[in-house]
């Protein structure tokens, strides 16, 4: 059960607030809202005399009820621009739709965002839901929550999607939790079962050791969590044709108990990692973030991004913005640079999928030359000033 606030219907007249005998509720901007340690007991549902308050009990959501239906994409944005783990999702999210022959859909969140809709569209989306509000400019995770959760509830999506991005994990198992239903993370693959209809979630699991499948048999609907650069992005198609429904955002609580005061970000000379085409990662082997520079210079001079290995960043050679690897960033160059990094299991499930890897070690062992396109065997302080003086060159 749940108690909600219409908030189109609240005038602020505070009876509410005198009727509720655990003080559960609270005005923000002359509008009532629910406080945490509200019991449901409806004493303040009797005493409104306006209508706008709801004593909600919430949907079963098991898997006996045949409602449900379509393939959810969450369509990731920031200030303003679809982030491209959302195409890779919607190419995905497409073939699985294909096969339970059902409508693929977005939900898209923002302030001022409709005009992206048509990009979703034209990767796939049958549907866009949109929700615009100056509240859900930019992420807050409560805020965001109430609105997908609510939608779910509304519309009763056979599947759910989000990128693994830090958005999505700190977004997704907050509505799985409000709607009791499973969660899988950090998925590399998704399929149908056939016989039985169910979502198949494939991922790393024991340290990349094996690969587990995993269902939800039981609840609705099927959740999943996807890493950025598994999977290839949908292709635009301008003839394609959607629909965009704007729902109303005074149907959601839109409320924090946090506050929004700025967003700060990294500044970084190189380009960004997920995206890049071409990577030059650091390991322990590099010995010092002071040595770190000669993995800058030489992303430097093919204007390549920057990684690192979970060692390196635990050593303090670089944040773990830079971590490759399954704690850190999926990614999937066209061209993967490996210096001084061993080549554990961990770090192998991040990069393996690039184009090509060279490995660059002085131990003729690491197992990285293992799935090495290229191996280079030779001290790193050697071998990369090498190739610097070679690509200035170029």
Known sequence: MGLEIIQDKCVGCRLCLKSC????L??????????DNCILCGACVDSCKFEAIILRKHEDLSVSEDAFEDVWVFAEQKKGVIQSVTYELLGEGKKLAQKRRQNLAAVLLGDKIKKEAKKLIERGADKVYVVESPALKDYQAQIYSNVLTKLVRDYKPEIVLTGATSIGRSLIPRVAVELKTGL???????????????????RPAFGGNIMATIICPHRR??????RHKVMKEAEVDTKYKG????INPKDFSLNSDTRLIDMVEELEETVNLTEADIIVSGGRGVGSGDNFKIIEELAKSMGAAVGASRAAVDS???????????????VCPKVYFACGISGQIQHLVGMQSSDIIVAINKDPDAPIFKVATYGIVGDLFKVIPALIKRFQKK
Do not use: R, W
């Open 243 to 246: 629909q965009i429904i704007e």
């Open 21 to 24: 005998p655990y003080d559960a």
């Open 184 to 202: 899988t993370a950090d998925c590399t693959g998704l399929d149908i079962d056939e016989e039985k209809g169910m979502l198949l979630q494939t």
């Open 316 to 330: 303090g050679f670089k944040p773990y913005s830079h971590q490759v690897g399954q704690t850190g960033k999926t």
């Open 221 to 226: 609907p099927q959740m999943a969590t996807v």
């Open 26 to 35: 609270e005005m923000v901007n002359s509008i009532a809202v629910v406080k």
